[in-house]
């Protein structure tokens, strides 16, 4: 069972390493999820973001879901928005090009070049 | 759409759109009346009667004219429903929400699979932190009724500045729905 006392010691213990970094997300990723997006599998987009960010515990990246936003050929389609950085958006995204975004551009800040659509704003 | 959670998603999608600050999502698996039920209740800006007609039209979108033409996802969701012996209906007061019901004939066999529940209210809840879901599972079956609530206030009020999206809180928040939707049996309905 899942108690709220086990979110207290999360609480926790997030407070000690945000006190270690600054505290401040520093990457945000922008999942589309419209209609023709969820229909092409952004569903599985966002929980392969999210089984990445837990697995190997991202602590500065924050996930949001967003509606179409005039792509619809190349949904799902995904954000990434690096602190300081122009915004990269990634086209025709799979569970597998999320773990090589992940990988390369989250975690050791290169684009994946390949897979991108669009750049800046 | 392959499942009902996905048009679920889809709806809770809508709701955000509309600027709704809580949204109360309530599945009811009822096996003596053969019913599975799906009620989306949103407080976003609502629709008038008008629009309220035209999104149940697969022509219609409320998305701008250069952006979208037409908007599909709440006609496929009541045509999903009626193709299984169900019904649909959607309900708006401008101002004060949105209220989709739909309902599914259980063992109809054109209804959809109801889907990975957890993945579509996970990636809702933690991808729209502004957003308080409140989440009821229930379960009827030869007079045992067995029922799952998540409440999403409560547990940003544990957390203060935490956001949902630290590893740890995805884990609690799935894990917690992985329970659930087990103790409801919802898993493979």
């Known amino acids: 069972m899942k108690t709220l006392a086990d979110l207290k010691k999360i609480r926790e213990k997030a407070q000690e390493e945000m006190k270690l970094r600054g505290g401040n997300v520093r990457i945000k990723i922008v999942v589309g999820m419209g209609t023709s997006g969820i229909a092409m599998g952004a569903r599985e987009v966002m929980k392969a973001f999210l089984e990445e960010i837990s697995q190997r515990n991202l602590t500065d990246v924050l996930v949001t879901q967003t509606g179409e936003k005039g792509l619809s050929s190349m949904e799902p389609v995904v954000d990434v928005i690096i602190e300081g950085e122009e915004k990269i958006t990634y086209g025709n995204m799979t569970p597998e090009k999320v773990k090589k975004v992940v990988v390369e551009h989250i975690v050791n800040g290169k684009m994946v070049s390949e897979y991108v659509v669009a750049s800046g704003n | ?189």
Request: proline content about 3%; some cysteine.
């Open chain 2, 1 to 189: 759409m392959q499942d009902i959670s996905l048009h679920l998603l889809d709806i809770i999608e809508n709701s955000v759109r509309a600027g709704a600050k809580t949204i109360r999502i309530r599945v009811i698996n009822d096996e003596i009346a053969n019913l599975l039920r799906f009620i989306i209740e949103d407080d976003g800006c609502g629709m008038d009667s008008d629009t309220l007609q035209m999104a149940q039209d697969p022509f219609f979108t409320s998305k701008a004219e250069r952006e979208k033409k037409v908007g599909l996802g709440i006609p496929l969701f009541k045509q999903n429903a009626e193709l299984s012996n169900g019904h649909f209906t959607l309900t708006s007061e401008p101002g004060l929400g949105t209220v989709i019901r739909a309902d599914f004939e259980n063992n109809n066999i054109d209804r959809l699979p109801l889907g990975s529940l957890k993945d579509t209210l996970l990636g809702a809840i933690v991808g729209h932190q502004e957003v308080n879901f409140f989440v009821n599972l229930i379960s009827k079956n030869k007079g045992k009724e067995q029922s799952f609530h998540f409440d999403t206030e409560v547990i940003k009020e544990e957390l203060g500045d935490i956001p949902l999206t630290y590893p740890d809180v995805i884990d609690y928040i799935e894990h917690s729905l992985i329970e659930g939707i087990q103790n409801t049996n919802m898993e493979d309905v």
